[in-house]
Protein backbone atom coordinates (compact mmCIF):
# COMPACT_ATOMS: atom_id res chain seq x y z
CA UNK A 1 0.00 0.00 0.00
CA UNK A 2 2.54 2.50 1.13
CA UNK A 3 4.46 2.19 -2.35
CA UNK A 4 1.39 2.87 -4.52
CA UNK A 5 0.19 6.02 -2.39
CA UNK A 6 4.13 7.60 -0.62
CA UNK A 7 4.51 11.09 -0.88
CA UNK A 8 7.68 12.17 -3.15
CA UNK A 9 8.07 14.56 0.15
CA UNK A 10 11.11 13.76 2.61
CA UNK A 11 9.61 15.54 5.23
CA UNK A 12 6.30 13.59 4.60
CA UNK A 13 8.01 10.52 4.34
CA UNK A 14 9.51 10.85 7.86
CA UNK A 15 6.72 12.01 9.54
CA UNK A 16 4.52 9.02 8.39
CA UNK A 17 7.28 6.73 9.33
CA UNK A 18 6.90 7.96 12.96
CA UNK A 19 3.25 7.87 12.74
CA UNK A 20 2.93 4.05 11.77
CA UNK A 21 6.07 3.34 13.39
CA UNK A 22 4.38 4.40 16.55
CA UNK A 23 0.98 3.48 15.82
CA UNK A 24 1.20 -0.34 15.45
CA UNK A 25 3.08 -0.56 19.10
CA UNK A 26 0.08 1.60 20.07
CA UNK A 27 -2.21 -1.88 19.09
CA UNK A 28 0.28 -3.90 20.59
CA UNK A 29 0.47 -1.91 23.93
CA UNK A 30 -3.57 -1.82 24.44
CA UNK A 31 -3.72 -5.65 23.14
CA UNK A 32 -1.45 -6.32 26.07
CA UNK A 33 -2.70 -4.15 28.68
CA UNK A 34 -6.89 -3.74 28.52
CA UNK A 35 -8.81 -6.65 30.15
CA UNK A 36 -11.36 -6.17 27.74
CA UNK A 37 -10.70 -7.06 23.86
CA UNK A 38 -13.63 -4.16 23.23
CA UNK A 39 -11.58 -1.50 24.34
CA UNK A 40 -9.04 -2.05 22.17
CA UNK A 41 -11.44 -1.94 19.26
CA UNK A 42 -13.02 1.41 20.81
CA UNK A 43 -9.16 2.65 20.29
CA UNK A 44 -9.02 1.35 16.88
CA UNK A 45 -12.48 3.30 15.70
CA UNK A 46 -10.68 6.65 16.94
CA UNK A 47 -7.59 5.90 14.82
CA UNK A 48 -9.82 4.92 12.07
CA UNK A 49 -11.68 7.90 11.80
CA UNK A 50 -8.81 10.53 12.50
CA UNK A 51 -7.06 8.50 9.98
CA UNK A 52 -9.74 9.32 7.41
CA UNK A 53 -9.67 12.82 8.05
CA UNK A 54 -5.76 13.29 7.89
CA UNK A 55 -5.52 11.55 5.04
CA UNK A 56 -8.11 12.42 1.94
CA UNK A 57 -5.61 11.00 -0.57
CA UNK A 58 -6.32 7.25 0.73
CA UNK A 59 -10.01 8.18 1.76
CA UNK A 60 -10.39 8.65 -2.04
CA UNK A 61 -9.24 5.78 -3.32
CA UNK A 62 -10.98 4.03 -1.27
CA UNK A 63 -14.16 5.18 -1.98
CA UNK A 64 -13.16 5.02 -5.64
CA UNK A 65 -12.83 0.92 -4.68
CA UNK A 66 -15.92 0.53 -2.76
CA UNK A 67 -17.96 1.61 -5.23
CA UNK A 68 -16.40 -0.29 -7.96
CA UNK A 69 -17.63 -3.12 -5.72
CA UNK A 70 -20.97 -2.02 -4.90
CA UNK A 71 -21.43 -0.89 -8.19
CA UNK A 72 -22.54 2.59 -7.21
CA UNK A 73 -21.28 6.34 -7.49
CA UNK A 74 -18.43 7.34 -4.94
CA UNK A 75 -20.50 9.68 -3.68
CA UNK A 76 -23.17 7.00 -2.75
CA UNK A 77 -24.26 7.05 1.05
CA UNK A 78 -23.84 3.57 0.56
CA UNK A 79 -20.30 3.72 -0.26
CA UNK A 80 -19.49 5.97 2.17
CA UNK A 81 -20.79 4.08 5.18
CA UNK A 82 -19.04 1.09 3.95
CA UNK A 83 -15.70 2.70 3.27
CA UNK A 84 -15.24 4.07 6.30
CA UNK A 85 -16.33 0.63 8.08
CA UNK A 86 -13.52 -0.91 6.01
CA UNK A 87 -11.16 1.51 7.82
CA UNK A 88 -12.38 0.58 11.01
CA UNK A 89 -12.71 -3.39 10.15
CA UNK A 90 -8.87 -3.04 9.19
CA UNK A 91 -7.39 -1.30 12.03
CA UNK A 92 -9.76 -3.37 14.55
CA UNK A 93 -7.93 -6.84 12.88
CA UNK A 94 -4.87 -5.57 13.65
CA UNK A 95 -5.87 -5.04 17.42
CA UNK A 96 -7.59 -8.52 17.00
CA UNK A 97 -4.09 -10.19 16.10
CA UNK A 98 -2.11 -8.65 18.59
CA UNK A 99 -4.69 -9.47 21.38
CA UNK A 100 -5.07 -13.42 20.58
CA UNK A 101 -1.71 -13.23 19.39
CA UNK A 102 -0.19 -12.79 23.15
CA UNK A 103 -3.30 -14.94 24.27
CA UNK A 104 -3.54 -18.89 24.86
CA UNK A 105 -5.13 -20.56 21.81
CA UNK A 106 -7.90 -21.79 22.86
CA UNK A 107 -8.83 -18.00 23.62
CA UNK A 108 -9.04 -17.61 19.70
CA UNK A 109 -10.30 -20.83 18.50
CA UNK A 110 -13.42 -20.31 21.05
CA UNK A 111 -13.60 -17.10 18.41
CA UNK A 112 -14.16 -19.43 15.15
CA UNK A 113 -18.07 -19.88 15.10
CA UNK A 114 -17.11 -22.20 11.59
CA UNK A 115 -14.49 -24.06 10.02
CA UNK A 116 -16.14 -24.44 6.27
CA UNK A 117 -13.82 -27.08 3.95
CA UNK A 118 -11.41 -28.38 6.91
CA UNK A 119 -12.48 -31.72 5.13
CA UNK A 120 -10.89 -30.71 1.59
CA UNK A 121 -7.81 -29.16 3.96
CA UNK A 122 -7.39 -32.26 5.69
CA UNK A 123 -7.33 -34.15 2.67
CA UNK A 124 -4.57 -32.28 0.84
CA UNK A 125 -2.92 -32.66 4.39
CA UNK A 126 -3.34 -36.53 4.14
CA UNK A 127 -1.19 -36.36 0.90
CA UNK A 128 1.86 -35.42 2.76
CA UNK A 129 2.66 -33.03 -0.04
CA UNK A 130 3.40 -29.32 0.27
CA UNK A 131 0.38 -26.87 -0.16
CA UNK A 132 0.17 -23.17 -0.59
CA UNK A 133 -3.00 -21.59 0.96
CA UNK A 134 -3.44 -18.66 -1.11
CA UNK A 135 -5.33 -15.70 1.05
CA UNK A 136 -6.18 -12.05 0.19
CA UNK A 137 -6.12 -8.46 2.34
CA UNK A 138 -9.66 -9.84 3.90
CA UNK A 139 -10.96 -10.19 6.76
CA UNK A 140 -8.11 -11.47 9.67
CA UNK A 141 -5.79 -13.39 7.47
CA UNK A 142 -3.11 -12.96 9.97
CA UNK A 143 -5.10 -15.28 12.42
CA UNK A 144 -5.15 -18.11 10.29
CA UNK A 145 -1.73 -18.94 11.48
CA UNK A 146 -2.69 -19.45 15.27
CA UNK A 147 -5.84 -21.80 13.61
CA UNK A 148 -3.20 -23.82 12.07
CA UNK A 149 -0.80 -23.99 14.92
CA UNK A 150 -3.69 -25.35 17.14
CA UNK A 151 -3.74 -28.08 15.17
CA UNK A 152 0.42 -27.87 15.72
CA UNK A 153 1.00 -27.40 11.91
CA UNK A 154 3.60 -24.70 11.05
CA UNK A 155 2.74 -22.36 8.11
CA UNK A 156 5.29 -20.25 6.09
CA UNK A 157 3.99 -16.93 5.17
CA UNK A 158 5.43 -14.89 2.44
CA UNK A 159 5.52 -10.99 3.00
CA UNK A 160 7.00 -8.43 0.83
CA UNK A 161 8.47 -6.40 3.88
CA UNK A 162 7.04 -3.33 5.43
CA UNK A 163 8.50 -0.33 4.26
CA UNK A 164 8.47 1.02 7.91
CA UNK A 165 11.18 -1.31 10.02
CA UNK A 166 9.34 -0.44 13.34
CA UNK A 167 6.40 -2.04 12.21
CA UNK A 168 7.87 -4.54 10.18
CA UNK A 169 9.68 -5.95 13.29
CA UNK A 170 6.67 -5.73 15.33
CA UNK A 171 4.99 -7.52 13.08
CA UNK A 172 7.16 -10.34 12.34
CA UNK A 173 7.85 -10.84 16.46
CA UNK A 174 3.86 -11.72 16.81
CA UNK A 175 4.07 -14.29 13.99
CA UNK A 176 6.67 -15.87 15.40
CA UNK A 177 4.78 -15.93 18.68
CA UNK A 178 2.24 -17.53 16.56
CA UNK A 179 4.04 -20.49 15.32
CA UNK A 180 4.49 -18.82 11.53
CA UNK A 181 7.84 -18.02 9.81
CA UNK A 182 8.13 -15.07 7.58
CA UNK A 183 9.95 -15.63 4.68
CA UNK A 184 10.39 -12.14 3.01
CA UNK A 185 10.62 -11.67 -1.08
CA UNK A 186 10.88 -8.83 -3.23
CA UNK A 187 9.69 -9.90 -6.38
CA UNK A 188 13.41 -10.07 -8.07
CA UNK A 189 16.09 -12.56 -8.88
CA UNK A 190 16.09 -16.13 -6.79
CA UNK A 191 14.00 -14.99 -3.81
CA UNK A 192 11.36 -17.26 -4.54
CA UNK A 193 13.90 -20.87 -4.56
CA UNK A 194 13.02 -21.08 -0.83
CA UNK A 195 9.56 -21.42 -1.72
CA UNK A 196 10.45 -24.01 -4.11
CA UNK A 197 12.53 -26.02 -1.76
CA UNK A 198 10.13 -25.52 1.08
CA UNK A 199 6.99 -26.90 -1.15
CA UNK A 200 8.82 -29.87 -2.38
CA UNK A 201 9.48 -30.53 1.26
CA UNK A 202 5.74 -30.81 2.01
CA UNK A 203 5.58 -27.53 4.04
CA UNK A 204 2.78 -25.09 3.93
CA UNK A 205 2.74 -21.56 2.62
CA UNK A 206 0.63 -18.98 3.20
CA UNK A 207 0.66 -16.20 0.51
CA UNK A 208 -1.54 -13.25 -0.73
CA UNK A 209 -3.03 -13.79 -4.11
CA UNK A 210 -4.43 -10.54 -4.77
CA UNK A 211 -2.05 -7.88 -4.81
CA UNK A 212 0.33 -7.68 -8.30
CA UNK A 213 3.74 -6.29 -6.82
CA UNK A 214 5.99 -7.29 -9.32
CA UNK A 215 3.63 -5.46 -12.16
CA UNK A 216 3.65 -8.66 -14.72
CA UNK A 217 0.30 -9.87 -13.46
CA UNK A 218 -2.74 -11.60 -15.42
CA UNK A 219 -5.85 -9.96 -16.52
CA UNK A 220 -8.57 -11.81 -14.88
CA UNK A 221 -12.23 -9.64 -14.13
CA UNK A 222 -12.85 -8.69 -10.98
CA UNK A 223 -16.20 -6.57 -9.89
CA UNK A 224 -17.05 -5.96 -13.96
CA UNK A 225 -13.44 -5.15 -14.94
CA UNK A 226 -10.04 -6.90 -15.52
CA UNK A 227 -7.37 -6.07 -12.85
CA UNK A 228 -3.57 -8.21 -13.26
CA UNK A 229 -3.61 -10.51 -10.56
CA UNK A 230 0.05 -12.11 -9.57
CA UNK A 231 1.02 -15.30 -11.68
CA UNK A 232 3.80 -16.09 -8.76
CA UNK A 233 1.71 -18.70 -6.53
CA UNK A 234 0.38 -20.09 -9.41
CA UNK A 235 3.68 -20.54 -11.00
CA UNK A 236 4.98 -21.94 -7.57
CA UNK A 237 2.46 -24.46 -7.90
CA UNK A 238 3.07 -25.32 -11.11
CA UNK A 239 6.84 -26.19 -10.48
CA UNK A 240 6.54 -28.03 -7.60
CA UNK A 241 3.26 -29.89 -8.27
CA UNK A 242 1.52 -28.36 -4.63
CA UNK A 243 -2.24 -27.80 -4.38
CA UNK A 244 -3.56 -24.31 -4.25
CA UNK A 245 -6.28 -23.91 -1.68
CA UNK A 246 -7.80 -20.81 -1.39
CA UNK A 247 -7.68 -20.00 2.57
CA UNK A 248 -9.86 -16.96 3.72
CA UNK A 249 -10.59 -15.76 7.73
CA UNK A 250 -13.43 -13.25 8.35
CA UNK A 251 -15.65 -11.72 10.86
CA UNK A 252 -18.85 -11.76 11.50
CA UNK A 253 -21.01 -8.89 13.11
CA UNK A 254 -20.54 -10.05 16.59
CA UNK A 255 -16.92 -10.04 15.48
CA UNK A 256 -16.31 -14.34 15.34
CA UNK A 257 -14.05 -15.67 13.14
CA UNK A 258 -14.84 -18.17 10.29
CA UNK A 259 -12.15 -19.71 8.01
CA UNK A 260 -13.05 -20.85 4.64
CA UNK A 261 -10.85 -23.71 2.86
CA UNK A 262 -11.91 -23.92 -1.16
CA UNK A 263 -11.50 -26.80 -3.23
CA UNK A 264 -7.69 -27.66 -3.80
CA UNK A 265 -6.91 -26.19 -7.56
CA UNK A 266 -4.01 -28.10 -8.83
CA UNK A 267 -1.80 -26.79 -11.62
CA UNK A 268 -0.90 -29.69 -14.26
CA UNK A 269 -0.40 -30.51 -17.88
CA UNK A 270 2.46 -30.31 -20.16
CA UNK A 271 4.39 -27.17 -20.51
CA UNK A 272 2.64 -25.60 -23.41
CA UNK A 273 -0.91 -26.49 -21.25
CA UNK A 274 0.22 -25.12 -17.85
CA UNK A 275 -0.64 -21.25 -18.95
CA UNK A 276 -4.39 -22.08 -19.57
CA UNK A 277 -4.25 -24.53 -16.51
CA UNK A 278 -3.04 -21.41 -14.37
CA UNK A 279 -5.77 -18.70 -15.70
CA UNK A 280 -8.14 -21.40 -14.99
CA UNK A 281 -6.86 -21.82 -11.52
CA UNK A 282 -6.96 -18.15 -11.51
CA UNK A 283 -10.15 -17.27 -12.45
CA UNK A 284 -11.65 -19.74 -9.73
CA UNK A 285 -9.70 -17.98 -6.79
CA UNK A 286 -11.02 -14.65 -7.83
CA UNK A 287 -14.09 -15.90 -7.94
CA UNK A 288 -14.00 -16.85 -4.54
CA UNK A 289 -12.61 -13.55 -2.98
CA UNK A 290 -15.18 -12.13 -5.39
CA UNK A 291 -17.78 -14.00 -3.21
CA UNK A 292 -16.28 -13.10 -0.09
CA UNK A 293 -16.24 -9.38 -0.82
CA UNK A 294 -19.89 -9.42 -1.62
CA UNK A 295 -20.67 -10.75 1.36
CA UNK A 296 -18.13 -8.70 3.29
CA UNK A 297 -17.54 -5.48 1.70
CA UNK A 298 -16.43 -3.88 3.95
CA UNK A 299 -13.30 -6.78 4.84
CA UNK A 300 -11.06 -6.00 1.93
CA UNK A 301 -8.31 -3.77 2.91
CA UNK A 302 -6.88 -1.71 -0.13
CA UNK A 303 -6.04 1.66 0.14
CA UNK A 304 -4.64 2.58 -3.48
CA UNK A 305 -7.00 2.93 -6.72
CA UNK A 306 -6.65 -1.12 -7.46
CA UNK A 307 -8.19 -0.70 -11.10
CA UNK A 308 -6.06 2.15 -12.23
CA UNK A 309 -3.05 0.75 -10.09
CA UNK A 310 -0.59 3.75 -9.98
CA UNK A 311 2.75 2.11 -10.15
CA UNK A 312 0.95 0.59 -13.31
CA UNK A 313 0.27 3.66 -14.50
CA UNK A 314 3.35 5.95 -14.07
CA UNK A 315 1.72 8.21 -11.48
Partial sequence: MQDRMQSDSRVMDLAYGAVFGSLFPLFHFAARSFSRRERGHEIADQIANAFMLLRPKYLEAILGNTAQVLGLKPAHARVERTAHEMVRQHARAWVDFFW????????????????????????????????IL??????????????????????????????????????????????????????????????????????????QGDRDFSLNGVPIPFFGRDVPFPRGPWELAAMTGAPIITSFFYTDEERRFHAHFGEPIRIGGARGERMEAIQTGMRAYVADLEALIRRHPSQWYCFYPFWDDPARHGS
Fill in 100 to 131: YGQRPVEEALAQFASLEGMDRFDSVLAEGRGA
Fill in 134 to 207: LTAHAGNFELGGVLLRSRNLKVHAVYKPDRFAAVERLREGMRAQGGVVGIPVDGVGFSTLPLVRLLREGALVGM
